[in-house]
T-cell receptor
Framework: GENVEQHPSTLSVQEGDSAVIKCTYS??????FPWYKQELGKRPQLIID?????GEKKDQRIAVTLNKTAKHFSLHITETQPEDSAVYFC???????????FGKGTRLSVIA | NAGVTQTPKFRILKIGQSMTLQCTQD?????MYWYRQDPGMGLKLIYY???????DKGEVPNGYNVSRSTTEDFPLRLELAAPSQTSVYFC????????????FGPGTRLLVL
């Protein structure tokens, strides 16, 4: 089955700097890759996703890139703000018909 | 739409007790999921369902049971609660269309003492 590895487990950046979180997946059939943000004590919420027919997707300060050949995808947050502090999870699935397989999460701290 | 709702928000159980965690969604989603999240850890899939009457095991099903008699409801049953089941439980749902967003409920915090 699918296995998703996520790095780093913790990340501290200065406010205004960029943050990058990387994930690798094992099943080449996977074609849907969402990223979730979970604030302390809250539910995970989708922030951006990418499908395998696209190499990059942007939404304001957030971008995701996908390298199908290397089987890895990354989350990029630019101009980080204190409210970006949270745990971020990557996930992968095949056509969404199989359950999402989540990475173990990255705790991002943005220091003002 | 209320989205995905879960009850209760918090519960304390004694070892050996049983309880049902309720999950309801009003988005007419076919797919529903139960996850547990231990403190500081990731999400582990317990059970999932692709439609009424259909359920399947996830990564950590032992000690739990589910049923799906309607599209809206997906209750999770804990039999003989153990301290290892202390966790936050999230229910989630999405449509059956490929690559559609999965929405999470607010979670139920369970403490087994």
């Amino acid at each position: 089955g699918e296995n998703v590895e996520q790095h780093p487990s913790t990340l501290s950046v200065q406010e205004g700097d960029s943050a990058v979180i990387k994930c690798t997946y094992s099943d080449s059939a996977s074609n849907y890759f969402p990223w979730y943000k979970q604030e302390l004590g809250k539910r995970p919420q989708l922030i951006i996703d990418i499908r395998s027919n696209v190499g990059e997707k942007k939404d304001q300060r957030i971008a995701v890139t996908l390298n199908k050949t290397a089987k890895h995808f990354s989350l990029h947050i630019t101009e980080t703000q204190p409210e970006d502090s949270a745990v971020y999870f990557c996930a992968a699935s095949y056509s969404g018909n199989t359950p999402l397989v989540f990475g173990k999460g990255t705790r991002l701290s943005v220091i003002a | 739409n209320a989205g995905v709702t879960q009850t209760p928000k918090f519960r304390i159980l004694k070892i050996g007790q049983s309880m049902t965690l309720q999950c309801t969604q009003d988005m007419n989603h076919n797919y529903m999921y139960w996850y547990r999240q231990d403190p500081g850890m990731g999400l582990k899939l317990i059970y999932y369902s692709v439609g009424a009457g259909i359920t399947d095991k996830g990564e950590v099903p032992n000690g739990y049971n589910v049923s799906r008699s309607t599209t809206e409801d997906f209750p999770l049953r804990l039999e003989l609660a153990a301290p290892s089941q202390t966790s936050v439980y999230f229910c989630a749902s999405r449509t059956s269309a490929p690559g559609e967003t999965q929405y999470f409920g607010p979670g139920t915090r369970l403490l087994v003492l």
